[in-house]
């Protein structure tokens, strides 16, 4: 099992320019979690998943938009990105019933 | 605001010297967990409480839940270099959903 894996690793973007953000996983899980974690401010929940093809908002949407077409796969997409938006980026995903949250390795990006 | 703080920030021991890290939630918790994140890593599950006054132990972590499931505090004995990384706290708050709200974490040093 990979557990959960995230594409890229590392990105730069200029202002205004778009990216997808990429989180996969192999453990049949139900939910799915997209976090910022920015210094000195924790985690934040961006957007989340209870299944294939729902979404919902989380802490701080503004600015991101998700989709979960295939139960295995959450995407995260930035259409306009802003320097706000330099951060790590998380995904977790969860199995219902339980409660562990499994984190990806993460995606570093920055916005000049 | 932030709803759920954690002191210290930061906190720098000798190794062999105890630790304790404090959470406290504006509101009710239904459950709280303990993450541990490496530096460059990625969260890791410790452990969740969902009992009031619930006491757990792993090696030489003890976890605590507050009897007004408000706060919670994570205290490790005898630290060692192993420790070394920021430990944050996650509540589930009462009538909210089943997301989990982050603290900002304390990051512990550990000096050989």
């Known amino acids: 099992n990979a557990g959960v894996t995230q594409t890229p690793k590392f990105r730069v973007l200029k202002t205004g320019q778009s990216m997808t953000l990429l989180c996969a996983q192999d453990?049949?899980?139900?939910?799915m979690y997209w976090y910022r974690q920015d210094p000195g401010m924790g985690l934040r929940l961006i957007h989340y998943s209870v299944g294939e093809g729902t979404t919902a908002k989380g802490e701080v949407p503004d600015g991101y938009n998700v989709s979960r077409l295939k139960k295995q796969n959450f995407l995260l997409g930035l259409e306009s990105a802003a320097p706000s938006q330099t951060s790590v980026y998380f995904c977790a995903s969860q199995g219902q019933g339980r409660e562990t949250q499994y984190f990806g390795p993460g995606t570093r990006l920055l916005v000049l | 605001g932030q709803q759920v703080m954690q002191i210290p920030q930061y906190q720098h021991v000798q190794e062999g010297e105890d630790f304790t890290t404090y959470c406290n939630s504006s509101?009710?918790?239904?459950?709280i967990q303990w993450y541990k994140q490496r530096p460059g890593g990625h969260p890791v599950f410790l452990i969740q409480?969902?009992?009031?006054?619930e006491v757990k132990k792993q090696k030489r972590l003890t976890f605590q839940f507050g009897e007004a499931k408000k706060n919670s505090s994570l205290h490790i004995t005898a630290t060692q270099t192993t420790d070394v990384g920021t430990y944050f706290c996650?509540?589930?708050?009462?009538?909210?959903?089943?997301?989990?709200?982050f603290g900002p974490g304390t990051r512990l040093s550990v000096l050989p």
């Open positions: 996650a509540g589930r708050r009462v009538n909210y959903g089943q997301n989990f709200v």
């Open positions: 409480l969902v009992k009031s006054g």
């Open positions: 453990m049949n899980h139900e939910y």
């Open positions: 509101t009710t918790l239904s459950n």
